[in-house]
């Protein structure tokens, strides 16, 4: 989903507003506080839900344009995987139900508001269909404190008409028709029948198998949807609907298309921008078919359909899109990929479809716009640190705002993504590991956790940290760096403070620092951190005449702090680690060199390993000669006699 906005008294409001700012009005409504949502069932009716498994989905139903009044019958097919004495399930109560049978026998049921208990007598694995007849009205969006629904009934000014569409996400599917709301069942399949005035078309998931005209004013679409379903993927509309047709030919299929079929509305420019974006997906289409793998539902067919809210919602095969906006179409169809094939285990995971389908965006335009990306990955960063604190991931699964924060969800989301393939840092690697994972999980749900273990089963990286810091983890990091050269050696301490760091202080991912130099050109470094104050020292990198940058390619949401130039940064000869002041070749058969950074002229003790001092020379600047000395284990004493620094390393003579 996108930008999940959806107050429809503001609509002209968000029409005039760019993407940024339906986040901004997002944002305002949390002013308001948390919206919590309705936890419809007890921890008991979960565990027993969780005792059967739905296998498919038939909804027969009866709907118009004119209202949010629904009637007819819902098939929920499933089986049972344990000893059960009811199905638990939701049904709004602004829903009575007329006959409720199961396996064609009438059956026993109470209902405890939301909540429909069915009974029956079930042991083992048990093969059922759940049929219930109910009819009604699907709650206003007045009811709920959010200014959401299941269900939403609007007049279109484009159209001069009404339309009725549904959003079943988070857990609204419930206000249009029987059903398990918890995300790790999905169903085989799905099926949904519309009967709707002839005036109207009607939409829903998966293949049209036919459309029935009634005789009786009313055509019954037949909409049937042959791959596993999430239940807040499932979807219906009805509106005077115009078809668009067009064709996307994905490398994989050899020549052969996916056929698209949008459902718009309006006239004039409405119209034709909707035309323009649906234009757009054969390119998009392809695109991601060659980065994630083929269109998951090639075998059906892809489309838009036109609803007057602000963003769009995932639904599978057809995304309900209010904003008609290039990002946006990106961003629908590759939750189709990330989302919807690959479900996510609970609304706490929701950044693997969300920051998915955002970083699909800067994929698309790093792709197709190229001078477009960079601006967009810098806007995320900025919205990402209007606020000092706050994680990707999340607990709070019940907080409609929290769940679809387009800054956490969505941005920081996309932008660890982006550290996550820098800190791969190679290309095929990082779409290797996305297409694993999506192999891994298609048809299926993953957890934050898989996606790191599949991720990191791919590349051979411990993703430890980067998990710890970046996605349960609070806040980013802030750059300083002090530096000084030394000759044609670089020496450069690289510090950085947290702005959440009660929670994560440290942020040990890699940092790239863009150096100018005397000669040639910029150079780009890169630096593995591994605590808030960190040295290096760049043997021959050439003199350097500045920094030009900190993070020059944006891996990292960052700040920037100063950028010091300190002739007094000097490192001592004892501070040196191994590899910033060698003796090679080591082992050798007679002359070595020192490689040191140190500029001081050393004084150079040899000792054998009786502790006997075998050789002295002084002001040595580079080549040792020890050719004179019988083979064996030395200790070579290097010191400068102004500073009193003095170091030492063990060198075998053949
Ligand atoms: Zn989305």
Redesign the pocket.
């Known amino acids: 989903?996108?930008?999940y906005v959806i107050f429809l008294a503001l609509l002209n409001v968000f029409n005039a507003l760019t993407q940024e700012e339906q986040h901004f009005c997002a944002e305002k409504y949390t002013v308001h506080g948390k919206v919590p949502l309705e936890k419809y069932l007890s921890v008991q009716q979960e565990q027993k839900a969780n005792l059967y498994d739905v296998t498919g989905y038939f909804l027969d139903l009866n709907m118009t344009n004119q209202s949010s009044d629904i009637s007819g019958t819902a098939h929920i097919y499933g089986k049972t995987v344990g000893d059960l004495d009811s199905l638990i399930l939701e049904l709004h109560e602004n829903f009575s139900i007329s006959m409720l049978n199961v396996n064609g026998t009438a059956a026993g049921y109470n209902r405890y508001g939301t909540v429909l208990a069915v009974a029956v007598n079930a042991i083992g694995v048990t093969e059922f269909d759940l049929e219930v007849t109910y009819s009604g009205t699907a709650p206003p969006i007045s009811s709920n404190p959010a200014g959401v629904s299941g269900v939403y009934n609007q007049m279109v000014s484009a159209m001069n008409d009404k339309i009725t569409f549904t959003i079943s996400t988070p857990f609204y599917a419930h206000q249009w028709f029987p059903v398990k709301q918890i995300l790790r069942d999905k169903a085989d399949s799905s099926r949904v029948h519309l009967t709707v005035p002839a005036v109207c078309k009607a939409a829903s998931n998966g293949v049209l198998e036919n459309n029935v005209d009634l005789g009786n004013g009313s055509t019954r679409y037949e909409w049937f949807n042959s791959h596993p379903i999430g239940y807040n993927l499932i979807f219906a509309a009805v509106a005077p609907f115009q078809e668009y047709l067009g064709q996307a030919f994905p490398a994989q299929l050899g020549g052969a298309p996916v056929e698209i079929r949008s459902y718009l509305y309006g006239t004039g420019t409405t119209l034709t921008n909707m035309q323009a974006q649906c234009d757009l997906i054969p390119d998009f289409m392809e695109l991601f078919s060659d980065l994630y793998g083929l269109y998951p539902f090639a075998d059906q067919r892809y489309g838009m359909m036109a609803a007057p809210f602000g963003?769009?919602?995932?639904h599978q095969t057809m995304p309900t899109i209010g904003t008609w906006e290039k990002k946006i179409t990106a961003?629908?169809l590759s939750?189709m990929w990330w989302?919807d094939k690959v479900g996510f285990s609970s609304f706490s995971d929701i950044w693997l479809?969300?920051g998915m389908?955002?970083y699909s965006e800067y994929l698309m335009l790093q792709n197709l716009y190229p001078s477009e990306a960079t601006p967009v990955l810098l806007g995320w960063h900025s919205n990402v640190k209007t606020g000092v604190a706050g994680s990707v991931y999340h607990v709070d699964t019940f907080n409609l705002y929290r769940i679809y924060d387009s800054r956490l969800s969505?941005r920081k989301g996309a932008s660890i993504l982006h550290t996550l393939r820098g800190m791969i840092n190679e290309d095929a690697v990082f779409f290797q590991a996305l297409h694993d994972y999506y192999n891994t999980f298609q048809d299926s749900i993953a957890s934050s956790a898989d996606f790191i273990q599949r991720v990191e089963t791919t590349t051979g990286l411990d993703l430890t940290e980067f998990a710890d810091q970046w996605l349960y983890g609070q806040g980013y990091p802030k750059y300083a760096i002090r530096w000084n050269d030394l000759g044609n050696n670089l020496l450069i301490e690289i510090s950085h403070t947290a702005s959440y760091p009660s929670v994560t202080p440290t942020f040990t991912n890699f940092i790239e620092v863009q150096f100018q130099r005397a000669a040639g050109t910029d150079t780009i470094v890169r630096f593995n951190i591994t605590s808030n104050s960190d040295q290096f020292l760049i043997p021959a990198i050439g003199q350097v005449t500045g920094v030009a940058a900190i993070d020059p390619n944006n891996w990292i949401i960052n700040n920037n702090g100063t950028i010091t130039y300190d002739t007094e940064f000097t490192v001592g000869l004892s501070d040196l680690t191994d590899e910033q002041l060698k003796i090679i070749p080591n082992p050798t058969e007679g002359v070595v060199y020192l490689i040191s950074p140190y500029e001081q002229v050393l004084k150079i003790n040899v000792i054998d390993p009786g502790g006997k001092e075998v050789m002295e020379m002084d002001k040595v600047t580079g080549q040792i000669d020890l050719s004179g000395l019988c083979s064996g284990t030395y200790f070579i004493r290097m010191s400068d006699p102004d500073s009193g620094f003095s170091a030492t390393r063990r060198i075998v003579k053949f």
């Open positions: 989903m996108k930008r963003g769009g919602m995932e961003h629908e939750h989302g479809s969300e389908a955002t969505y």
